[in-house]
């Protein structure tokens, strides 16, 4: 039975060569598409799922409230894990550990020792981290590996750099420095998380080396028995017991910070709550963060993903429904003879589906093929750990199973029904019901759902990429163009240092002007402290950003001054606001906060507003403008960023070319063993949109691929009605119906489905299109040219596609035409 079904779909095929290259075709691209995104959707949402009882692990994260400003951070206080673990119910495991970077180590051996500089990825931790994320030990013992002062745990991996040659169990019981000075005891080797994951640590050291070793408490900048402060350095994950309810544990770490940290008199308004972030959201949370280097997610854009996938899917299957039922004709002859010798319609619909099978099958092994290719199309906006291997992932083989059986029930099973229902006594009297309302109707609501989404996807298209030209091009404030910023070491960097550097890059001819201080105007990282202003009736208490600058800063970046003066080096009580601040504080003009104080800043200090500047961004268009100060740079953490800002460069000159060469030769002098990395400003700005920037693009693949497919299914058509409307073409023409009334006779059902098509789509695109919007606090208009421009563009792209079948058509000679039925 099957043989004789795959004999009968063969010869089908060769006979309707056309229509089934069609077929193929459109299926091809729309299971290419789903193939490809489910790669990126996979890769993502399979972060950290391998670990056992991964729906009871937790992250401890802070919520603070300033007066309606709120702001989350994923560290908690130091001392709190401790309290956790004594007075909290409902947790069965608390594993706090401390985030350590740049950590220089070397590896005593009988000659000179080896140091890897700037090694990353290095946690203080406990032995209850191993007891919540499970790792396979290769030598040594989780019971007791991290209870004892002066030891580490390594992956692998930095076991074999740090001891090449040796096995991991000769390891266990040498020593690594750390840092010059840290010597500690390989007490275990593990073997790295080779699934998807954020925490890519390989370096563990005991927590408890922090109550011996004063160097790493020095420098991790916050104190560890501060209940007040919160440090993103400062991790905790906790395990809840079976049935626990985070919402009843949330409250009760609450409550446990209220008990040892109370609130002070003049907290009025604000507040922090600690919060459990389920493990599953720490890649995709970008209000808490990821650790270091790490990629976070978008959930919204994964699931738009999967639905630009859906849709090429359903386009590809809409065209097979279409094309298939149009031929219902041509194979109603084949259905009645079958019929009237005996096949049933279970039999019927067996071989029909068995055709939709084997094109299906042959649409996936096209788009199987592809795939390495399009990884690498798409190389830009894909992550590098994907990768297709069908072999060695189960999960792929199992899509691409699941796919083909989906789309051959979605694109077979209606055709299937509708062929297999015809009677055999009207089809042998040669009444083949050509003009079934029923089918004739599908076909049209099939064409103008194609030509939806079609248009859809042109409409989003030109609305990112109009907003994603707004906000690069948008006046943020400050100048941004021919300035380079770069970071000095934080480890070993000696004010000396950072001064005699300063001097040699003044000499350099290319460059204008220097600054020295925190990060530029617009950044990801922001500083922040409470401050609280007394008017006279009452205190206003707001959270305050900052930018640490010199008296350069403001010059150099071009931000204008409203009122009053620029900081200066000896400002160690004033700084300059900005213009929101001011407002908020109740001013009407910049003027009048001159020679205010700030009563209450960072705790208790006092501080005087010197001047007011414009209002500029200090983070992406997404976010609205924040009360900020720009106070001077006096300590050597806010110090370190050099901003250099270039001479005018002569068209198709390499000036900045030859300044970025002299800026490194610079800067190996003075910091030999750290590696060079600069940004320009502009480029910096740029990443900020990255998303959108990949949106566009992604949405105009999408767009080009559905109108692709949405163009093949309306050529199909336009060649199967034209075939049937022969001899009445030239019955026209020898009354006398011109080339011209012809082509406008043939094409105007399918043209009055596309303007159909773009009444229905028109109010849709406006509402995802304005929802889309609000996630920018500051946006472009919707404009009504973006509407007219896609109706038109597919109202072009649809005459073009027809006139290729119409015109030919409408030129064959009338007596070929008559003589064609």
């Not at 030990?137 to 040796?166: E, H, I, M, R």
């Not at 401050?531 to 350069?552: H, M, P």
């Not at 001899?727 to 489905?753: D, F, P, W, Y």
Request: charged residues 20%.
């Amino acid at each position: 039975m099957i043989a004789n079904h795959l004999k009968i779909a063969l010869k089908h095929f060769k006979r309707h060569k056309l229509f089934t290259l069609i077929n193929i075709i459109g299926l091809s691209i729309g299971i290419s598409a789903s193939l490809i995104i489910f790669l990126i959707v996979n890769h993502d949402f399979s972060f950290d799922r391998f670990h056992p009882d991964q729906k009871r692990i937790y992250r401890v994260v802070t919520n603070y409230d300033f007066s309606g400003e709120k702001v989350y951070n994923m560290g908690v206080s130091a001392p709190l894990p401790q309290a956790i673990r004594q007075e909290v119910t409902g947790v069965e495991k608390v594993a706090p550990f401390i985030t350590l970077y740049d950590m220089d180590v070397k590896v005593p051996t009988g000659g000179t020792a080896k140091t890897f500089k700037r090694q990353q990825q290095i946690i203080l931790a406990e032995n209850n981290y191993f007891d919540v994320f499970r790792y396979k030990w290769l030598a040594g013992s989780v019971k007791g590996a991290l209870t004892q002062p002066n030891a580490v745990v390594v992956t692998s991996d930095k076991a074999t750099q740090y001891f090449p040659g040796l096995s991991y169990a000769d390891i266990i019981g040498r020593t690594l420095i750390y840092d010059d000075s840290i010597n500690l005891q390989v007490t275990g080797v593990v073997a790295p998380f080779r699934e998807n994951t954020d925490l890519k640590f390989s370096d563990f050291i005991s927590l408890s080396t922090l109550t011996i070793t004063k160097k790493i408490s020095d420098n991790l900048g916050f104190e560890l028995t501060n209940w007040g402060g919160t440090s993103s350095a400062s991790q905790c994950y906790v395990k809840l017991s079976t049935g626990a309810d985070p919402a009843v544990v949330e409250r009760a770490i609450t409550a446990i910070a209220l008990k040892y940290n109370p609130p002070k008199p003049d907290d009025v308004g604000s507040t922090r709550k600690f919060g459990l972030q389920p493990l599953s959201d720490v890649h995709f949370n970008a209000l808490y963060g990821n650790y270091q280097g790490n990629h976070i997610a978008n959930r919204k854009t994964l699931y738009s993903l999967l639905t630009i996938a859906a849709f090429l899917l359903i386009l590809g299957c809409i065209n097979f429904i279409n094309l298939s039922t149009a031929q219902s004709s041509q194979r109603a002859k084949e259905i009645g003879i079958r019929k009237t010798i005996g096949s049933t319609r279970g039999q019927l619909v067996g071989q029909l589906l068995t055709e939709t099978f084997l094109v299906t099958l042959i649409a996936v092994g096209i788009s199987v093929s592809l795939a390495p290719s399009l990884l690498k199309i798409f190389s830009d906006f894909i992550a590098p750990e994907i990768h297709f291997n069908p072999l060695q992932q189960p999960e792929i083989l199992l899509f691409l199973i699941a796919l083909i059986a989906v789309v051959s029930l979605l694109a077979g099973f209606y055709p299937s029904m509708v062929l297999s229902a015809f009677k055999p006594v009207t089809i042998l009297k040669n009444h083949t019901e050509n003009g079934n309302t029923r089918n004739m109707w599908l076909r049209k609501s099939l064409t103008v759902s194609q030509f939806v989404i079609a248009q859809f996807f042109i409409i989003a298209t030109i609305m990112v990429s109009k907003q994603t030209r707004y906000v690069l091009n948008r006046d943020l404030g400050f100048k941004k163009d021919a300035i380079v910023f770069m970071n000095t070491p934080w480890k070993n960097n000696t004010e000396s240092k950072k001064q005699v550097l300063a001097d040699k890059l003044r000499q350099i001819p290319q460059i204008s002007m220097i600054s020295r201080g925190g990060v530029p105007p617009s950044s990801y990282q922001t500083s922040s402290t409470d401050a609280e202003f007394y008017d006279g009736r009452q205190n206003i208490k707001l959270q305050l950003y900052l930018k640490f600058a010199d008296e350069d800063y403001i010059s150099l970046y071009g931000i204008k001054l409203l009122a009053g003066r620029n900081i200066r080096k000896s400002d160690s009580s004033a700084f300059v606001i900005n213009q929101t601040y001011s407002r908020l504080l109740g001013f009407k003009n910049p003027t009048d906060a001159l020679g205010k104080y700030i009563e209450k800043f960072n705790g208790d200090k006092r501080m005087q507003i010197v001047g007011v500047v414009a209002d500029f961004r200090q983070e992406s268009l997404h976010n609205a403008v924040k009360p900020m100060a720009i106070m001077i740079s006096n300590e050597a953490w806010n110090s370190s960023v050099f901003h250099i800002a270039l001479r005018p460069q002569t068209p198709g000159g390499e000036e900045w070319k030859t300044a970025i060469s002299a800026i490194s030769k610079a800067w190996k002098e003075i910091y030999p063993d750290d590696e060079f990395n600069y940004n320009f400003y502009d480029e910096s700005i740029a990443r900020f949109y990255e998303s959108e920037q990949r949106s566009s693009r992604l949405l105009a693949w999408a767009s080009g691929l559905s109108i692709l497919i949405s163009c093949l299914g309306l050529l199909g058509l336009a060649i199967y009605s034209t075939s049937l409307r022969t001899k009445e073409v030239g019955v026209r023409k020898v009354l006398g119906a011109t080339v011209m009334q012809i082509v406008t006779l043939l094409s105007m059902e399918m043209i009055n489905l596309v303007l159909l098509s773009f009444i229905i789509v028109t109010p849709v695109a406006w509402w995802a299109m304005n929802s889309w919007m609000q996630s920018f606090a500051d946006r472009t208009s919707i404009s009504w040219w973006i509407f007219v421009l896609s109706g038109m563009g597919m109202l072009f792209t649809a005459l073009l596609t027809l006139s290729s079948q119409t015109i030919r058509i409408a030129l064959n000679n009338p007596i070929k035409s008559l003589r064609s039925e």
